[in-house]
């Protein structure tokens, strides 16, 4: 279970100061798919950095199966990340190497045999639709490609939360649907803990909960009951 309590971040950049978070609070249970939507710039992303443990709050807590993620050091924070965590980078951080290469590193770092973990990633990146391309490189792959190798590497560990942002944003609307759709199934099947951040209005019709997000501040929306099995909360 994710839980933010009262977490508020501020980056002081060049002017002014910025509340990129402020006073945000919100839980994903094990099974829930949740999703984030608010306009460019709301602090989305830097919500799903705090969730990660790769920014800290100024205010507020962020705890993980009850650890304290917001007070952890570098290396239990990149613990906590490589056992727990899948995360789909906004603009992909693809690691030089093939597109096999990269959705096997979490399992090589969790110790899994080399010639293993490519033979799950391989199979990981056939159910993204990109069994012919598991041998190129970054630079030979299309964004919506790219997009679909790090969504692959979220999630080819079987990690019990998943934060992905924007993780349709380079799709078109069919291979988007697809994604989602197979991202909930995953979080209703193995009991993931899903917190999805999107434009895509669309997604509300696969999340079990939403919220919104606008200058830093959150509120919880009303979904329409669509496909999923939403209408909780
Ligand atoms: N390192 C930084 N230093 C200063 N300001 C920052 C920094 N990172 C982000 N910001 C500011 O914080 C605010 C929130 O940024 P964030 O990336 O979380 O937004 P977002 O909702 O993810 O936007 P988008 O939909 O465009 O990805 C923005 O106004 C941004 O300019
Ligand atoms: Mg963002």
Redesign the pocket.
């Known amino acids: 279970m994710l839980e933010l309590n009262n977490v508020s971040k501020d980056?002081?950049?060049?002017g002014e100061v910025?509340h990129?978070?402020n006073d945000v609070s919100l839980s994903v249970a094990p099974g829930e798919f949740v999703t984030l939507l608010?306009?460019?710039?709301?602090?989305?992303?830097?919500?799903l950095?705090l969730a990660a443990g790769i920014l800290h709050p100024e205010h507020g807590t962020v705890t993980f199966n009850g650890d304290d993620v917001s007070q952890m050091n570098d290396h239990d924070a990149s613990t906590y990340r490589r056992k727990h965590l899948g995360f789909v980078f906004?603009h992909f951080n693809l690691m030089p190497g093939t597109a096999a290469d990269n959705v096997a590193l979490p399992l090589r770092l969790g110790g899994v045999r080399p010639r293993d973990a490519i033979r799950m990633a391989k199979e990981m990146l056939a159910k993204v639709g990109l069994d012919k391309r598991v041998d190129h490189i970054a630079d030979q792959l299309s964004g919506g490609e790219r997009q679909r190798v790090a969504i692959a590497r979220a999630l080819v560990h079987s990690p019990e939360l998943v934060l992905a942002?924007?993780p349709t944003g380079n799709l078109d609307s069919q291979r988007g649907d697809q994604i989602l759709s197979m991202l909930r199934d995953l979080c209703h099947e193995r009991d993931i803990a899903v917190l999805l951040?999107t434009?895509d209005e669309r997604a509300n019709e696969y999340a079990d909960r939403s919220y919104r997000?606008k200058d830093?501040h959150l509120s919880e929306v009303e979904i329409a009951t669509g496909t999923a099995a939403g209408g909780a909360g």
């Open positions: 980056y002081v950049g060049p910025v990129a978070v608010g306009p460019s710039g709301s602090g989305k992303s830097t919500l950095l906004q942002d924007e951040v434009h997000m830093g």
